[in-house]
């Protein structure tokens, strides 16, 4: 069974109605990004931050899987499907694709501030100023945020570097780390790039499917089930 290796942004999740903020002036619902999205946004203002992810939360809990994460689940019957998302949303999981592994972190779930190896499964939907782990450190978002370490992306180049074919969906490719995850392909692996955006120039040949990730990856599935 060849090894399919999916990397996806934030463009599958779009389509089911989880907001993005990339292309909006670095403005995330009113606020800088690096307000909510850094250590010194946390460092500054931890309130505003937990409650920025808590509506993040809410947003996730209330959407579903759409049909680009269906069929990348569905993959799973002809080929050895490794997702690597950018995105901190469970969708992937909900359609049952069962290797994922979440590059950004999880929204779903907090860790400690003091001790990042201490990961919680979140049985709520929000973070409460004041609410501490084990070690009596506040709880924060399991998120990577801009200016901290990718803790996932070497484990994720080792996928790339094994994959027979790659897709890329829903994403720019000029967010890096991830963006630079391409250049671990193996020179005969054929590259995907599902995408209605003009795509930026890469060092490599690629076929560029330019259609949102629904109907692009359907249009992906019809090609790769006749390869």
């Given at each position: 069974m060849k090894k399919l290796v999916v990397l996806s942004g934030a463009g599958i999740s779009a389509e089911s109605g989880i907001q993005t903020f990339r292309g909006a002036g670095g403005l995330w619902e009113g606020h800088d990004i690096m307000e909510v999205a850094s250590p010194?946004?946390?460092?500054n203002n931890p309130e505003l931050v937990l409650?920025?992810?808590?509506?993040?939360r809410e947003n996730v809990l209330n959407v579903f899987p759409n049909q680009a994460h269906t069929i990348l689940a569905e993959l799973e019957q002809y080929f050895?499907?490794?997702i690597i998302t950018q995105n901190i949303d469970d969708l992937h999981e909900r359609a049952n694709s069962s290797k994922v592994l979440h590059l950004h972190g999880e929204i779903l779930k907090s860790r400690s501030s003091k001790n990042e190896n201490l990961i919680y499964s979140m049985t709520k939907s929000r973070i409460e100023f004041g609410e501490t782990c084990e070690l009596g450190s506040q709880l924060r978002p399991h998120i990577v945020w801009f200016g901290e370490d990718v803790p996932l992306i070497e484990k994720a180049a080792e996928q790339v570097f094994t994959a027979d074919i790659l897709v890329v969906v829903g994403t720019s490719l000029e967010v890096y780390p991830a963006a630079g995850l391409i250049r671990y392909a193996p020179k005969?692996?054929?590259i995907y790039?599902?995408?209605?955006?003009?795509?930026?120039a890469v060092a490599r040949k690629v076929t560029h499917i330019v259609k949102p990730a629904t109907s692009g990856l359907q249009e992906l599935k019809d090609i790769l089930l006749k390869m």
């Open positions: 010194q946004g946390w460092a409650e920025f992810y808590n509506k993040r050895d499907v490794h005969d692996c054929p790039v599902v995408d209605p955006n003009p795509m930026i």
